[in-house]
């Protein structure tokens, strides 16, 4: 039984490029929520999805979008890089009805130059 | 204001040793609590969680143990390991109005484990 997977493990940028990282979610997870850590820092929630829509939010501008595909795996699109984007986005997927029992990805390590 | 504190910032002891780190809320309405333990780099993986009516649960060598009414979590370590070296971040979860699920991490508890 898979965890949850993300890639690329680490990617490098320059300032106003985009980027597209990808999770695939636990095995009979249906709900994919995306967070962005900076170093020394705790997690920041992003979005959320299920049934393939933007459940809810955090405070991030709207560079940062996403999508949930039919299979449940989700994207995080970042545009107009920033420096301040360089950080460790995580990946958690969890199943609707126990939406508390979150599941972590390994992350991927994104570097703004 | 829906917040999670936690203290200390940072910790170093020694292999072997016992240590308790602690986490104080201010989020409404309370869910749950979770501890979670993420190395370097990696993502958090979770060591418990804990509901209202639960005030201790444990797993191996961590024990986290839960106050609602002071609203105060601790996690104690037991026989500390140098594989102990980590962040350690408690997580409440706090239910909305819509029925949706809000999660208020704390910054994290930084432990480093010495030989």
């Known amino acids: 039984d898979a965890g949850v997977t993300q890639s690329p493990t680490h990617l490098i940028k320059t300032r106003g490029q985009q980027v597209t990282l990808r999770c695939s979610p636990k095995s009979g997870h249906d709900t994919v929520s995306w967070y962005q850590q900076a170093l020394g820092q705790g997690p920041q929630f992003i979005f959320q999805?299920?049934?393939?829509?933007?459940?809810q939010r955090g405070n991030f501008p709207d560079r940062f979008s996403g999508h949930q595909f039919p299979n449940y795996s989700s994207e995080l699109n970042v545009n107009a890089l920033l420096l301040g984007d360089s950080a460790l986005y995580l990946c958690?997927?969890?199943?609707?009805?126990?939406?508390?029992?979150?599941?972590f990805g390994p992350g991927t390590r994104l570097t703004v130059l | 204001k829906n917040q999670v504190e936690q203290s200390p910032q940072s910790l170093i002891i020694l292999e072997g040793k016992n240590c308790t780190l602690q986490c104080n809320y201010t989020v409404s309405p309370f869910s749950n609590l979770r501890w979670y333990k993420q190395d370097t780099g990696r993502g958090p993986v979770s060591l418990t969680i804990?509901?209202?009516?639960?005030n201790t649960k444990s797993n191996g060598r961590y024990t986290a143990t839960l106050d609602a009414d002071t609203k105060q979590s601790s996690l104690h370590i037991t026989a500390s390991q140098l594989s102990d070296s980590a962040s350690y971040i408690c997580v409440v979860t706090r239910k909305r109005f819509s029925g949706t699920y809000k999660y208020i991490f704390g910054t994290g508890t930084r432990l480093k484990v010495l030989a």
């Open positions: 958690a997927s969890s199943f609707e009805e126990a939406v508390h029992e979150q599941f």
């Open positions: 999805y299920y049934e393939e829509e933007e459940r």
């Open positions: 804990m509901t209202f009516s639960e």
